[in-house]
């Protein structure tokens, strides 16, 4: 075990951290890939760029601080690391910023080199669906049956906790994801006829969003809303206006939630959170809420701690990868949930987990580390750019099916912090989802069809042409 490094001022820190090779060498793939997306239009320039923002939230911000700060770790605190501080954060961070380093390397010369070669090919496109009456009638009658499902969880106290391993109610928590699709779809596609219209529906859903952000704690449902907003203006074309809309939304979202979970957290709890946070600067304090909820520096962590090819193998990872995709009561076997899994035996392994159940974020670099070393973090992080690139072409289909997997990655955006496993686990839980939407697709059509049946008049007979005698 490397010898602890002892705590240095914050000059000290700032030189840690220039002098920290993969921190410099995150901080230049980020860069790259903000230059592909860049290179690139539409929905994948959004998609780039929001992933690179969310990588920088856990590989660089976080380390930053660690290295500048070096607080003292406490119960409660998820940023000090007691890993890292007990080797010293300048040796643990560079070892657990290793393969991460190499993997955004070689994602950011993948991007790019997509980028570089779509560039002279791109051409105009539009949403195919788009517009389309029972497209926007489908999504509204999935949000308003997720909705119901949502107020009977909350109701009923079994609204799923971010990182719970399983729901109080599973059915209730399945029946809870069509209002996902409905909200993001909208938030995509409506487009109401006036302006005021249109802001009257983006206001309403993205207050819902914000309600259930709170009512699960977790920041997915309110960043997913702020992304499927920016993936609606790369649709239909930004201004600056709507660049501060997506800014606005952003920041409404953190401390919208971070303002109502306050009101559900109990005076001893503000009490100990308030201890925890004076261990850093007060200029920090404020940015620490945002911080926590971007923890891949701790699935890092635990690659390094466990090691290269120390997980599963490749058999088991191809046999779970299959059975992601298939609904589980046609399975004699229990499926693999990759974050529970994580929890147990990646971070169980240097971190006492005995006593907590929890589903944890892999992330995709460590989980191809811990799978296949470097080889394995190559192949996580093609699958990783194979799927990106698939969800900003999918939005532009013309089939349902395409359309509404690529709005579930909006709200559950996978190619973040889920490696392969996990992304297929979402994927195979959707796919039933979707197959729910194609059904109520199916009824909308029907339903419309029916209407314009009844509605139409009915023709009128054309009066009959009589000859006369002299023109026989």
Known sequence: MPFSSVPGTGVQGIGDVLGNGPLLVIIAALATMVLAGVLVSGVLRVLLIAQAVYWSMSYVARPVLLLVVRPDPHFGDNIADPRLAEIGYDVGIEGALGPVAFGLSVYAALVL????????????????????PDFITTLWALYALGTLARLASVAGGTAGQAGEVESASPLLSLLTMPATLGAVGLLVFARPATHHANLAVLGFLVLGELWWTTAISSKTPILGAALAIAVRFALTGWTRAKIGGIAAVSVLGIVGFDWLQSLKT?????????????????????????????????????????????????????GHLAKAMVPSQLLTTEKLHAGTAWAAQVRGASVDMSQ??????????????????????????????????????????????????????????????????????????????????????????????????????SPRPEPAIVGSEGNR
């Not at 980028?115 to 389309?132: H, K, S, V």
């Not at 001893?268 to 923890?295: G, H, M, Q, T, W």
């Open 113 to 132: 080199a997509y980028a570089i070669w779509a560039r002279p090919r791109e051409r105009a496109r539009r949403a195919a669906l788009a517009g389309d």
């Open 266 to 318: 109990t005076p001893y709890l503000k009490a100990e959170a308030a201890n925890i946070d004076s261990a850093y600067p007060e200029s920090v304090r404020p940015f620490l809420s945002l911080l926590r909820r971007f923890d891949l520096l701790e699935a890092a962590t635990d690659a390094y701690y466990l090691g290269p090819n120390s997980w599963l193998s490749a058999g088991e990872v191809i």
């Open 356 to 457: 907590v159940s929890v589903s944890l974020a892999e992330g995709n670099v460590a989980e191809g580390y811990v799978l296949g070393g470097y080889t394995g973090v190559v192949v996580g992080m093609v699958f990783t750019a194979v799927v990106l690139i698939g969800w900003g072409r999918s939005l532009y289909a013309g089939h349902l099916v395409p359309v509404l997997f690529g709005v579930a990655l909006i709200e559950v955006p996978v190619v973040f912090e889920r490696g392969m496993l996990g992304s297929a686990e979402t994927l195979g839980k959707y796919l039933q989802v979707v197959v729910l939407a194609w059904l109520t697709r199916l009824a909308v059509g029907y339903w419309r069809r029916h209407r314009e049946r009844i509605t139409e008049p």
